[in-house]
């Protein structure tokens, strides 16, 4: 074991300048925006949230670190916005680590980067086995961060030192990390690629489910067979929504997704019936009993019953598609087959190459006539990069056309 531990990276604890004070004031976050001003390159950012703990997906801590600027712990609850942060970087690049889930909380504080490295993507694209930020700091810079914490519940208050720690380190590494990983994909000739996959992360928006259909990603939904037991599911959802909302608690602190399902499943008519059913149990099930059959009531009183499938317009799902639909799916098999080739030759994940969903839908229902000028225009309008059309199109055109050919792989 102290052998292993001898061949280690050494471990990076804290930032190099130490863990900075959180700002928390107008006055603080004043400071805080003239300095990042003032400071030149781009910028690192980095936000935790409390998933799991808070409803909804806010921001409790934003981390910032720029050259000559020093490195930022901002708490965004004392604020209506951070608007004043987005000015002071004016047109600087940001450089985040997984990107796409950090962009909708920080938008929410009014900041939006005009340019952007994601280094998660980046690692994806240069072909690295592992893309976690630990994991890349290590391969590429020779350092290991003391990582933790990050389930934690980052809406308490105060927070504690170590956990600054670990958010100060989330952005410590990033500028360094990006030069690095700039320089791979150069040697690569991947740099355009990143930029376009860099641009689609910052500007894409993707279609949010409408509310009134959230409830269907309840977990264990498939358990109801009837439109009855649908709608008692959807009213029982809303009122965990709303009673979640209104106390600032993730929806599964209330209940859990499968008491939801059990409740909507045996349809309880009474305060004893529904404190039998599974997950209702405890004073605070008790005490909201009320809330509860009343929704069970309206789910059986709704004259709104909802499709036992709702129709998305997406294809099901590849695995039912042999007796669905067999030539969508030997076209599916085969493509896949040739595309995780041409990412293994291109040295990237065969999911960056053309993500699985545009791949799924091209299969499933294909251009007309099928060449590879359709193919290419389909899959452009299905949200592939350029780089992806180039590299991809091909391969996929051929699929279509001869759906059988697997010999020359």
């Known amino acids: 074991m102290e052998d292993q531990e001898e061949h280690l990276p050494p471990l990076l604890t804290e930032p190099a300048d130490g863990v900075p004070?959180?700002?928390?004031?107008?006055?603080?976050l004043q400071r805080c925006a003239e300095a990042l001003a003032a400071g030149t390159g781009p910028v690192a950012v980095d936000a935790e949230r409390a998933s799991g703990f808070r409803y909804g997906q806010r921001a409790f801590l934003v981390q910032l670190k720029r050259e000559g600027s020093g490195l930022w712990l901002i708490d965004p609850e004392p604020f209506d916005t951070l608007i004043p942060l987005q000015r002071a970087l004016g047109s600087a690049e940001w450089i985040l680590h997984a990107a796409s889930q950090d962009l909708p909380c920080l938008a929410e504080l009014g900041m939006h980067p005009h340019a952007l490295f994601d280094t998660e993507l980046g690692a994806r694209l240069a072909g690295l086995p592992r893309v976690g930020l630990g994991a890349v700091v290590e391969s590429l810079l020779g350092v290991r961060l003391a990582k933790e914490h990050s389930a934690a519940d980052w809406s308490r208050r105060p927070l504690p030192q170590d956990w600054?720690?670990?958010?100060?380190?989330?952005?410590?590494?990033?500028?360094?990390?990006?030069?690095?990983?700039?320089?791979?994909?150069?040697?690569?000739?991947k740099t355009d690629w990143a930029a376009q996959e860099f641009e689609h992360v910052r500007t894409h928006r993707p279609a949010a489910v409408p509310r009134k259909d959230r409830w269907r990603k309840t977990t264990g939904i498939n358990k109801l067979k009837s439109p009855r037991r649908l709608a008692a599911l959807r009213e029982l959802w809303r009122a965990r929504e709303h009673l979640a909302e209104q106390k600032d608690i993730a929806p599964g602190h209330v209940l859990p997704d499968s008491a939801l399902v059990a409740a909507a499943q045996d349809m309880p008519g009474t305060v004893p019936q529904l404190l039998g059913v599974p997950g209702f149990h405890g004073r605070a099930a008790k005490r909201e009993a009320p809330r509860w059959l009343r929704a069970v009531k309206a789910g059986a009183a709704s004259e709104d019953l909802p499709e036992l499938q709702r129709r998305t317009g997406a294809p099901p799902p590849p695995r039912s598609w042999k007796d669905r639909n067999p030539l969508a799916f030997r076209r599916y098999r085969t493509a896949r087959e040739r595309l995780v080739r041409q990412a293994e030759r291109l040295e990237v994940m065969s999911e960056i190459l053309l993500t699985p969903a545009v791949l799924k839908q091209v299969c499933w229902e294909p251009p007309e006539p099928i060449d590879l000028e359709t193919v290419a225009a389909a899959l452009a309008e299905l949200g592939a990069r350029p780089w992806q059309v180039e590299q991809a199109a091909a391969i996929v055109t051929v699929a279509l056309l001869d759906p059988d050919r697997l010999d020359d792989l």
């Open 164 to 189: 600054l720690r670990y958010a100060a380190l989330d952005v410590e590494l990033l500028i360094e990390l990006r030069s690095s990983l700039s320089q791979m994909l150069e040697e690569q000739g």
């Open 21 to 28: 004070f959180v700002i928390d004031t107008p006055r603080g």
